[in-house]
């Protein structure tokens, strides 16, 4: 089989219903910010948060009552895992997940809690891989593969299908890519549906193996701790990459920073969280303006199960950057009273102190004075220097610590 127009809507025909038909949602905010009309294809709403459910379940619908009675075996850390999970529950099939020992145990229940058997095996997602196959061919199981395998791209597909139907106009498409499971159904739909469609897919910078093979480089991947860890894939699909190479424009790579930055402004600008492999093609629209001027550009936000945790710091994060939390050091004389002038001046020029931080022992002061550390919550940049300038004013020498996106500089 190789994936047609065709397969894609038998697959869009089988999963009606069963997955959840997603908006495409125009964003004037990314539009203004990138000079382009930008819409986002919303898979964050699925049930499982995340674009795999297509794949899996248009592949779950494909055994036989055998296979069915045998069961399914997936490698999966995160989205595919439930995606297999929760539509093998709901069709009666048991499922088997495999997952690399040292997965966290948030994904680990969350997979457990929609009905499938977890097995830890293997230290990475190659190994888990191996173990995976090794289980179906000793047990009989009936691999669905997360992006290698053609029902999973058709299914995939189907996203294409949608964002077309909403918005005709696209002229370009922004994807994300980890095995290419994901891109591959695009491309194949939107190219027959309008072949002069651009389709541009991401990758993370530390993951970029399908860049790679459009530009053989000798330097190795780096690998390693990434937001975008649903794309990072060390080495595509077979099929994949020939489907990629075929059909898909161009590459680009976005560094950890600049995923970081996409995913708050999902939430500050577009109000909507995503995780940090779902927000690359926001990432790459920021990143590369230019690109994108004046077209018609439809991105793919593939899902959006991020840690809360994870979430609250890149926010925090961003307000260090804009100058909107900042850290001041005072010098002060170590006398009562002086804590509720420093406090005074903070409150009076609409500051607000977080946190403080009293030393008299540890820095290279004299022994008669002190520094004072406050976090402080400010307006913006300008604010900030407002507020260096009164303490100083006030008596009492100041400096903006490091850790604020290098906002001005010091004043003493």
Request: with cysteine; glycine share 10%.
């Amino acid at each position: 089989m190789t994936v047609k127009l065709a397969d894609i809507e038998k697959a869009a025909k089988a999963i009606a219903g069963a997955v959840a038909r997603t908006p495409t949602a125009p964003v004037k905010a990314l539009s203004d910010m990138a000079d382009c009309k930008a819409w986002l294809k919303l898979e964050t709403l699925q049930a499982t948060g995340s674009f795999k459910e297509r794949g899996a379940l248009n592949k779950l619908l494909s055994l036989s009552p055998a296979e069915r009675k045998a069961g399914v075996v997936a490698m999966s850390a995160g989205n595919h895992a439930q995606g297999v999970a929760y539509h093998a529950r709901r069709l009666g099939i048991p499922a088997t997940i495999v997952m690399p020992e040292g997965t966290p145990f948030t994904k680990i229940d969350r997979t457990e809690s929609l009905g499938a058997t977890v097995l830890l095996d293997g230290d990475s997602l190659v190994a888990a891989r191996r173990a995976a196959d090794a289980l179906a061919e000793k047990r009989g199981f009936v691999p669905v593969h997360p992006y290698d395998d053609e029902l999973v791209i058709a299914g995939q597909g189907t996203l294409a299908l949608e964002m077309l139907a909403d918005v005709p106009a696209l002229d370009t498409l922004i994807v994300p890519i980890g095995g290419g499971g994901l891109i591959s159904g695009i491309a194949i739909a939107a190219k027959a549906l309008k072949p002069g469609i651009e389709i541009v897919g991401i990758q993370a910078a530390l993951y970029p193996a399908m860049q790679r093979l459009r530009a053989p480089s000798n330097t190795p991947a780096e690998g390693g701790a990434t937001l975008a860890e649903g794309i990072a894939v060390m080495e595509p699909g077979r099929i994949t990459r020939e489907i990629v190479a075929a059909n898909v424009a161009d590459i680009l790579l976005v560094d950890e920073n600049q995923i970081e930055q996409a995913v708050r402004v999902l939430v500050e600008r577009a109000h909507i969280v995503a995780e940090g492999a779902g927000a690359v093609g926001v990432a790459a629209l920021l990143a590369h303006p230019e690109r994108f001027k004046g077209r018609d550009v439809g991105i793919v936000v593939s899902g959006g199960n991020i840690d809360p945790r994870l979430l609250a710091s890149i926010l925090m994060r961003g307000l260090v950057r804009d100058g909107c939390l900042v850290r001041l050091r005072s010098e002060l004389p170590d006398m009562p009273g002086v804590l509720s002038r420093v406090s005074g001046i903070i409150g009076s020029h609409g500051g607000n102190i977080v946190e403080v931080h009293h030393q008299r022992l540890f820095h290279d002061t004299s022994v008669k004075r002190a520094e004072l550390d406050v976090v402080v919550e400010t307006q913006n940049r300008r604010h900030v220097d407002t507020l260096i300038a009164a303490l100083v004013e006030g008596g009492f020498p100041t400096v903006l610590l490091p850790g604020a996106g290098d906002i001005g500089a010091d004043s003493t």
